[in-house]
Structures are given as C-alpha cells and as structure tokens.
Nanobody
Framework: QVQLVESGGGTVQAGGSLRLSCAASGRGFIGYAMAWFRQAPGKEREFVGTIDWTGRTTSYGDSAKGRFPISRDIAKNTMYLHMNTLKPEDTAVYYC????????????????WGQGTQVTVSS
C-alpha cells in the first residue's frame, strides 16, 4: 500500500515563500514519477509540476514555471515543491501524487494521492 503525506502548508503573505514536502512510504519508489497538483475552491484540479524517479527530469504547468521548482530526495522518498514569489491566486489545497512509469501531466495519470495541504496567500 502506497502512502503519500504532504506537509509544509500554511498562510503566507504575497511575495513570500513556502516549501511543501511529500513523504512517500509503503514500498520502494524506483521507477515512480511524482507530481504536484492544486485545487482552489470551485475550480478543477490543476497540474503544477512533475518529476521523474531519478529527480533529473521535470515538467511544469504554466502557473509554476519559473517560480515553483520541484526536487526529490530519493534516499528519503520525499519530493519537495519550493514555492517562491507567492501570489493570492496560488491559494489552494496542494496535493502530491505518484505513478509507476514516466511523467504524467494529468490527474488521471496518477494512481496514488496524498490528503492535501492548504496554502493560503494573503494580499
């Protein structure tokens, strides 16, 4: 059974930074891509970015490019989302996800999900 647990959410002022973590457990994750998605109230779940199992290849959604780099610590089975220059429109619940295989850009591509962590950006 794969378990993903996000942490690091909170409230921050516009222009600030946060680092989200996603700790994976339950099995080895060699060969598993991981991703971040977010969902604001009344909106569809949005792709933020994804990273392959080696940590060397990433892909980002438009809202994250240049602001939210993703990294991964293979030894710790943990993925990070480094959120910089935050804006009020970044307010959402942020979810991490995992899938066996290569990068996926859609929520349907992923088999395992965390419970989400709230990020609130005040103006």
């Amino acid at each position: 059974q794969v378990q993903l647990v996000e942490s690091g959410g909170g409230t921050v002022q516009a222009g600030g930074s946060l680092r989200l973590s996603c700790a994976a457990s339950g099995r080895g994750f060699i060969g598993y891509a991981m991703a971040w998605f977010r969902q604001a109230p009344g909106k569809e779940r949005e792709f933020v970015g994804t990273i392959d199992w080696t940590g060397r290849t990433t892909s980002y959604g438009d809202s994250a490019k240049g602001r939210f780099p993703i990294s991964r610590d293979i030894a710790k089975n943990t993925m990070y989302l480094h959120m910089n220059t935050l804006k009020p429109e970044d307010t959402a619940v942020y979810y991490c996800a995992a899938r066996q295989g290569g990068l996926g850009l859609r929520a349907d591509d992923y088999d395992y999900w965390g419970q989400g962590t709230q990020v609130t950006v005040s103006s």
